[in-house]
């Protein structure tokens, strides 16, 4: 018969050698491939035989229940400005927050009104500022000892009447309502360093005008008035956003801009912003 003769006879080992080859050859391709070469990594340990068979092919090798517990998110703070929040903060008895406040007297000042350097005027303060404020010192977000312990003993409801007392206090932080425009000529042209960061930022280094949050041509829920506030504690408080010790701040902007700002910038915004400075004061 024809397949008797040639090539193509019954006989003639050579298709199956050849088949064998490219067999082997898949075979030796996949172990060097999926068992030895994907096992080793630059900089890391090797792999198991499982891990690297899944790394050769795309997928990941986890096989760990969805029900492992999972590392806890590392949020700034637990303050959303929902409704209820909002509601929650108006709701402040501010008759009832003077009791609350004799505890803060002895920091704080008479009233809210601070005579130290290291502690903050409180009076005519916003109320979200001052309720934040209490909730992060008593999660532990922004870390603090007196007032983590001090917190830690007040309700939701009692941190809302003494932030409605204080809020409520004469001789303090001016107002944030009313005059909303900044002042021409607060610029990027502006000479003054404190002034140009305060009416119109640094775009170069991504820092945005203070004024945009905290007052005077905006104003940002949760962020505080910053005219006629004790200038070294601004400015404590700028070197804190700058080396994390302070980390509360919702999606990180202060910290961001702080560690922008040099140390000389940092005591140029202070004194502007404090008693003998503020947007609506001129410098000299």
């Keep these: 018969m024809a397949h008797d003769r040639g090539p193509f006879k019954l006989s003639n080992p050579w298709p199956v050698i050849g088949w064998g080859v490219v067999a082997g ?33 795309g997928i990941t090798s986890d096989t760990a229940p969805a029900t492992q517990p999972q590392p806890a998110l590392n949020t700034p703070t637990r303050i959303a400005w929902t409704p209820s929040t909002l509601e929650q903060i108006a709701s402040g008895d501010a008759e009832r927050g003077a009791f609350i406040a004799m505890n803060c007297v002895a920091c704080h000042g008479q009233r809210g009104v601070s005579g130290s350097d290291v502690y903050p005027t409180l009076a005519g303060m916003s109320p979200a500022v001052i309720y934040k404020q209490l909730d992060d010192f ?18 939701d409801q009692d941190s809302a009447d003494v932030a409605a007392y204080f809020a409520s206090q004469p001789n303090g932080l001016p107002p944030v309502d009313g005059y909303r425009v900044p002042e021409p000529g607060r610029s990027l042209r502006e000479t003054n360093p404190a002034k140009r960061l305060a009416f119109a930022g640094d775009p170069a280094r991504g820092i945005p005008p203070c004024a945009a949050c905290h007052g005077q041509g905006g104003y940002k829920i949760g962020a505080p008035a910053l005219q006629q506030q004790r200038p070294d504690y601004i400015e404590a408080e700028l070197q804190f956003f700058a080396q994390g010790v302070r980390a509360n701040d919702i999606f990180g902007q202060m910290r961001n801009i702080a560690k922008q700002l040099t140390p000389d910038e940092m005591h140029a915004l202070a004194l502007f912003y404090s008693e003998s400075g503020g947007p609506q004061a001129s410098i000299r």
């Design 138 to 155: 008593r999660t532990g977000k922004r870390p603090w000892g007196v007032m983590g312990g001090v917190a830690k003993a007040l309700s």
């Design 25 to 57: 050859a898949l075979v030796v391709s996949v172990v060097l491939g999926f068992g030895v070469l994907s096992r080793f990594q630059q900089n890391a340990p090797t792999l198991d035989l499982w891990a690297a068979i899944c790394r050769g092919l």
